[in-house]
């Protein structure tokens, strides 16, 4: 029989919204991705330009996130602009994250900082990038400058969904664009570069006393829709359990889910006409993220914990919006419930902001206008904000089914 029990949310949970440099600071002029938005060769349709232009406005964004009633903010810290010059780091740059850093503290908001968000400096990639001799060397160098501006911090991501960076390295090799859908494997050499990159961040990151160091993966959610249980864990370990794997011993892992991939007798079987569908063309599908949730935690075993550090839907339909979170998030009650260990979860995004090479889909709890900057709290994030304040009235009892 069905049970409805309260939403039980551990004390200390972080409720909170997340962000990413380049896609709401504006004018990254240093990083790889702008030089592509601008010179065409990654067939990129927008540029990013201003963005939300939170390079000035953060402090705007934090005030509406304590508003909100979150306690937690992760956004990250650009290494092109840290780093416009390879050994030359730029102390201005770490006094503005530093600064951002303390803002949050200052306003409740526990920071969860990212290192590396699928942007290269320019440099590096001109260098090879990744897999070029220096890369390695490289991250330790901008890692080794931020140490010091992370003091108190206990959250850190080195780096943002490594096997979306490999996948879209293996895109760019083969010249496609990054839009295009996920039908090739990921680069092995940008693969094997991460993982070590990944593993001297965290071994860098010991230096700090109390923090917690871990990368974050996008969970694809592969299910077996023909392909039979071998090749679906193939392609589940080829896009997400290696990258899961490499997480066994950290101190925490990112879950970011959105949707599923299905796997048919002839590959991955694209969402049809018939299925129901976000802004980005992918499948609505929001038991995302406990099957997430609950697919990491098999892998890892209980003595990883998980933070969600994205989950989220691109929609132009606010209410949208707020039923795929709300089921979300009773999802990740339930694996909560049977005594997952999840410290929190931060929605994916506080902004609409700018989505990899389109304005188009519109992923924030909180509206920008392009040339005003000027911020709208959408009713989902009024939502989102009586979640935090009372999960069991605003989810209406998630265990129960
Ligand atoms: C990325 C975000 C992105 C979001 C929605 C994740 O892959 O980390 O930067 O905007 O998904 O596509």
Redesign the pocket.
Known sequence: MATTQPAAFPDGFLWGAST?AH?VEGNNVASDFWQAENDGSWGLADRSGDACDSFHRWPEDLDIARDLGLNAYRFSIEWARVVPAPGHPSPAMLAHYRRMIEGCEERGLTPVVTLH??TNPAWLTAEGGWTSDGAIAHFAEYVRAVLPILDGVRWVCTI??PN?VAFMAARRKQGLGDGSPFLSPPDPGVTAALVRAHAQARELLAAVPGVRSGWTV?NQNVQDHGAGPDRTAEVSYLIDDQYLDVAKGDDFVGV?A?SRLRVGESGIVLPGPDDRRTM?GWEYYPAALEDAIRHTAARLGASTPLLVT?NGI?TSDDDERIAYTGEAVTGLARALADGIDVRGYLH??LLDNY??GSWEPT?GLVAVDRTTFRRTVKPSARWFGQLVRDPAATLGGPAAS
């Open positions: 990413a896609q968000h699928f943002n969904e979306m996008a970011q959105y980005t994205e691109a994916w995004s989505e990899w992923f």
